[in-house]
Each structure stands twice: as structure tokens, then as C-alpha cells.
Nanobody, 128 residues
Framework: QVQLVESGGGLVQAGESLRLSCTAS????????MGWFRQGPEKEREGVAI????????MFYYLDAVKGRFTVSREKNTVYLQMNRLTVEDTAMYYC?????????????????????WGQGTQVSVST
């Protein structure tokens, strides 16, 4: 069993920054992919930024809309999402997730059904 706990969400103005954190507990052995999804009002859940390690190489996926503004990083069992230059379109519930089998590449759109464990979510709201 893996437990994921997110923190760092909040209400900010457009142009500001936030940093989300997600700490995993339990047995993370085999769960190489870890990262962030989001779900806005009346929208489907989408992958935002995912990290994995393959043969000691780091692999990343970023949603096109966040490239150049968001950065995912990982330290042991904690994954971070640094979000800069936030816009109102970034308003959503942000979820941390981990997978033992997901394919991670810059071109492969993450499928939420590939992720076995999820956090409870942290709300990010951006105002004008």
C-alpha cells in the first residue's frame, strides 16, 4: 500500500507562483513514475507533469500548456511541482499519483487509469 499526501495549494493572483509537494509513504518499490494531474471544473483529469527514472535516466512529461512555467522535481519519496506565472486556466484540483507501469515520455499523454495510487488532491485557484 502507498499513501500520497499533497500540500501547497491555495489562492493566488495571476502571474504569481505556488509550489506543491507530495510525500509518499508505504512501500514505493517498483513505483517509478510519480507526478501530477489536475482536474478543472467540468473537465477531465489531465496529466500535468510526470517524472520517472529509466535505466538511471530521468524522463519527464509536461502538458503543453504548462511547458516553460511548471517544473516537476523529485527527492526520494517526495515530488514537487513548482508553478510559475500562473494563469486562471491553471485553476483546478491538483492530484499526485504514482504508477508502477506507466509509460513516461515527452510525447506520451499520461492515462490516469495507469496510475494505481492517488492523493486526496489540493486546490489551486488563480484569480485575475
Amino acid at each position: 500500500q502507498v499513501q500520497l499526501v499533497e500540500s501547497g495549494g491555495g489562492l493566488v493572483q495571476a502571474g504569481e507562483s505556488l509550489r506543491l509537494s507530495c510525500t509518499a509513504s508505504g512501500s514505493m518499490r517498483g513505483y517509478y513514475a510519480m507526478g501530477w494531474f489536475r482536474q478543472g471544473p467540468e473537465k477531465e483529469r489531465e496529466g500535468v507533469a510526470i517524472h520517472t527514472t529509466l535505466d538511471d535516466d530521468d524522463m519527464f512529461y509536461y502538458l503543453d500548456a504548462v511547458k516553460g512555467r511548471f517544473t516537476v522535481s523529485r527527492e526520494k519519496n517526495t515530488v514537487y511541482l513548482q508553478m510559475n506565472r500562473l494563469t486562471v486556466e491553471d485553476t483546478a484540483m491538483y492530484y499526485c499519483a504514482t504508477s508502477s507501469a506507466a509509460v513516461i515520455s515527452p510525447w506520451h499523454i499520461p492515462d490516469p487509469s495507469d496510475y494505481e495510487y492517488w492523493g486526496q488532491g489540493t486546490q489551486v485557484s488563480v484569480s485575475t
